[in-house]
């Protein structure tokens, strides 16, 4: 169990609410650097929650009134930086549960004064659950999630039939859905799971679409940065899988 930490989260108080199973994530633990608790204890207050029953005034949070994205895994957030950066019209939500990786974000998001990011510190599921309220997100993204690659850990895959519909649930009419993977695998299940989702439409080749199409008229863009880790696995041959919906209007 995660004790107390300097943030003033008693988790043991809360029955480790951060933590709550181990289907969508591998559990992390580490130390901050001081430097990185001193960002933290500046700005946590003002850009980061944890999860929660509470439902998201994303408008209130952010202080303006702007279409809002949601990142699942952000990790370290170099991704999630640099898409906020290169998109100020949109706010960015980034979800995470090791606390290492969101300090790093913390602390970019202060050293380069980055102000459309918030970041929301739990499981995903729990927070598209408990947080985030049904069709008032104009993007999600899920950038490679743990594939869990052994066939007896295949049930702890986030991209399940039931968390995509309600990932699914949560984007407005029109809204976009974007997933990529490195893992063969994980891009089939992903691929069936999409294809059975009766409130999404296919927005790219993978899905079975036309990203040609939809390009002009969808509401975020479809080009995503590389980091470093995924630039050292296309030069090793990593093939990458890229699956873009929609969420069908009515």
């Known amino acids: 169990m995660e004790p107390a930490g300097r943030d003033g989260v008693d988790l043991a108080a809360r029955g480790n609410r951060l933590y709550p199973r181990v289907t969508s994530f591998r559990s992390r633990r580490g130390a901050l650097t001081p430097q990185q608790q001193q960002s933290w204890e500046r700005m946590w207050p003002r850009i980061g929650r944890d999860v929660s029953d509470e439902k998201l005034d994303a408008d209130a949070w952010f202080g303006r009134t702007?279409?809002?994205i949601v990142e699942i895994g952000c990790g370290t957030g170099t991704a999630t930086a640099a898409m906020a950066q290169a998109e100020p019209e949109f706010n960015l939500i980034g979800v995470e549960v090791y606390k290492p990786g969101v300090a790093q974000l913390v602390q970019r998001v202060e050293r380069e004064q980055i102000e459309n990011i918030r970041i929301l510190r739990g499981d995903a599921v729990d927070v598209l659950e408990h947080m985030i309220a049904p069709e008032?997100?104009?993007?999600?993204?899920?950038?490679?999630?743990?594939?869990?690659?052994?066939?007896?850990?295949?049930?702890r895959r986030l991209l399940q039939p039931p968390t995509l519909a309600l990932i699914a649930s949560r984007l407005r009419p029109g809204g976009v859905l974007h997933v990529a993977t490195d893992h063969a695998d994980y891009a089939e299940h992903i691929a069936e799971v999409g294809a059975g989702e009766s409130q999404l439409i296919g927005m790219n080749e993978a899905t079975g679409g036309d990203s040609a199409r939809y390009l002009e008229t969808a509401p975020i863009g479809f080009e995503r940065p590389i980091t470093k880790f995924e630039g050292k696995g296309l030069r090793a041959g990593s093939a990458i899988t890229e699956f873009i919906w929609g969420k069908i209007e009515s």
Do not use: I, N, Q, Y
């Not at 008032?136 to 049930?155: C, E, I, M, N, Y």
């Open 66 to 68: 702007a279409p809002l």
């Open 136 to 155: 008032s997100l104009t993007g999600v993204r899920v950038f490679f999630p743990d594939p869990w690659p052994k066939a007896r850990h295949h049930k």
